[in-house]
């Protein structure tokens, strides 16, 4: 059963700690990316990844960091330096960068 | 002019409705186009990729009108099932973004 997984679903955290979520995908897809959705608004790219072991910053990358050691796997931290973490945090993955992305279960971070 | 632009709606409609959305996108060079739908608190899913020569599957109609810059996506027969957020999700092949998502029209199908 293909697809992508992101764990835990829910996540609470005290101010200051950083944190990291979870994405794993097993459609043999090169590229994984994490974006950021807050309430009522649209989708934000944090960080992509087009293949093993290299990254680029999205549109939000302060505060977060990411590693692809592996192709499957695609984790993101949350550190302290994030002003507002508090959000739905979504992974998804596609063949390659033109082409249409599916997307995990997401995470909803809850920092207080 | 933004990247990717859709009226938020929300588009109140009854039952076996027709309604169409519009989205339009600043990149001439954009190559892909694609809907999606996301259900309240859950994540985006791919409705239908949008090519050329427009397409079909259903009761959806994707149409791509690279002159004036927009695709549409038009729903036959509403279902209720159909109450979502629609995001408009196209590829400009430059910058740091890969895709960029439109910030969604909210349907709302009422019995």
């Not at chain 1, 192709?71 to 063949?95: D, G, H, M, R």
């Not at chain 2, 109450?83 to 408009?88: E, G, N, R, V």
């Amino acid at each position: 059963d293909g697809g992508i997984t992101q764990s835990p679903k829910y996540l609470f955290r005290k101010e200051g700690q950083n944190v990291t979520l979870s994405c794993e995908q097993n459609l043999n897809h090169d590229a994984m990316y994490w974006y950021r959705q807050d309430p009522g608004q649209g989708l934000r790219l944090i960080y992509y990844s087009q293949i093993v072991n290299d990254f680029q910053k999205g549109d939000i990358a302060e505060g977060y960091s990411v590693s692809r050691e592996k192709k499957e796997s695609f984790p993101l931290t949350v550190t302290s330096a994030q002003k507002n973490p508090t959000a739905f945090y979504l992974c998804a993955s596609s063949i390659g960068r033109k082409y249409e992305q599916y997307f995990g279960p997401g995470t909803r971070l809850t920092v207080t | 002019r933004k990247e990717v632009e859709q009226d938020p709606g929300p588009f109140n409609v009854p039952e076996g409705a027709t309604v169409a959305f519009n989205c339009t996108y600043s990149n001439s060079a954009s190559q892909s186009f694609f809907w999606y739908r996301q259900d309240c608190r859950k994540e985006p899913k791919l409705l239908m990729s949008v090519y050329s020569s427009g397409n079909e599957d259903g009761r959806f109609t994707a149409q791509l009108n690279r002159a004036s810059q927009y695709i549409s996506l038009l729903i036959r027969d509403s279902k209720l099932s159909d109450s979502a957020t629609y995001l408009c999700v196209v590829n400009t092949n430059s910058g740091n973004t890969p895709l960029v998502f439109g910030k969604g029209t909210r349907l709302s199908v009422i019995a």
